[in-house]
């Protein structure tokens, strides 16, 4: 069997930075991915982009599928706990959804102090609204979950913390729906943090997007991968947190602290990503979606849009 450093380089050639399905409508391109209308069905497509601060930095061989297998992973582990958006997958790379009306809003359900709220901890702002203890430290647990929502920003800006009386305020959702949205998005949170505590992960903070679909609340976009989420190794967590050090982290975090360690935060041109590091994130991303998952992950070598391309097609015409 081909290791996944070979897979890496055979895979050079065929990272997938972008598509273009002309047999499909209304392309929408997200920072990673893209979608596309069908017959019946609405269709995202988890491309190698990789983004961090709302800026697209380049691609990874395999970030696709790992994303969208995680995805269906969680989507089918939650989908008797709260309805989603997912058909099915016919494709690696590839989700068939419903189509809803998204909500104007992002959920992010924290229970440390990690990430951008250790940033605004750090510099005295609340964290959407929400004011926690003085004294507190990096990566330190909170004393309770929390819910801090933001707005969805438009391509190229970046997304807004809010509060909850703000949203509520600017009738961004009715405060029934978002009521609903919280109970979701925490009933979600506290059933992913028990599954992955089996395999000896702490689920740190996730984001959640949700939708209406026939007056109905359902989950959309993705879940609790390694875009949305922060996973972190448990049982060096607590060593590591008393003597100062990071945690062992399975996301994308350490990208966000290279970016950081060169002076980048979102604003102007980011520093490229070389090759090497390129390969050792793919290596990270896989290994990530074996932990999190305990399935093995078997990277698909090859064209992967003539493939997304066939199997979109076949999907259709079986679909119609």
């Avoid at 750090?122 to 990566?139: C, D, F, Q, V, Y």
Wanted: glycine content about 6%.
């Amino acid at each position: 069997m081909q290791s996944k450093e070979d897979a890496i380089k055979a895979q050079g050639q065929y990272v997938l930075r972008n598509t273009n399905l002309g047999f499909l409508e209304d392309r929408y391109e997200g920072k990673v991915r893209d979608t596309y209308r069908g017959k019946k069905l609405r269709y995202l497509i988890t491309t190698d982009r990789i983004s961090c601060f709302d800026v697209v930095l380049g691609a990874v061989p395999f970030k696709g599928q790992v994303l969208n297998q995680l995805a269906e992973f969680w989507f089918d582990k939650t989908a008797n706990l709260v309805e989603n958006h997912v058909v099915a997958c016919p494709d690696p790379n590839v989700m068939a959804v419903r189509e809803v009306e998204i909500l104007p809003i992002e959920v992010v359900v924290r229970a440390y102090l990690a990430g951008s709220a250790w940033r605004d901890y750090e510099a005295g702002r609340p964290i959407s609204g929400i004011t926690l203890p003085k004294g507190m430290r990096k990566h330190q647990r909170l004393e309770q979950v929390v819910v801090t929502p933001s707005t969805k920003a438009e391509r190229g800006l970046h997304d807004e913390p809010i509060s909850e009386s703000a949203l509520l305020e600017r009738e961004l959702v009715s405060p029934e729906i978002w009521e609903e949205v919280k109970e979701k998005a925490l009933k979600l949170f506290s059933f992913a943090t028990e599954e992955v505590a089996s395999r000896g992960l702490l689920l740190v903070d996730t984001k959640y997007e949700f939708g209406l679909l026939d007056g109905k609340v359902v989950l959309a976009d993705e879940i609790h991968t390694l875009d949305s989420s922060r996973y972190w190794v448990e049982d060096s967590y607590s060593e590591r947190f008393h003597s100062g050090q990071d945690p062992q982290m399975l996301d994308k975090e350490p990208v966000r602290q290279w970016l950081i360690a060169r002076g980048f935060m979102g604003q102007g041109e980011p520093p490229a990503l070389p090759e090497e590091y390129i390969s050792e994130l793919s290596l990270h991303y896989m290994s990530a979606f074996e932990k999190i998952s305990g399935q093995s992950f078997l990277p698909i070598v090859g064209d992967s849009e003539s493939r997304i391309a066939n199997n979109i097609r076949e999907f259709e015409e079986a679909f119609s």
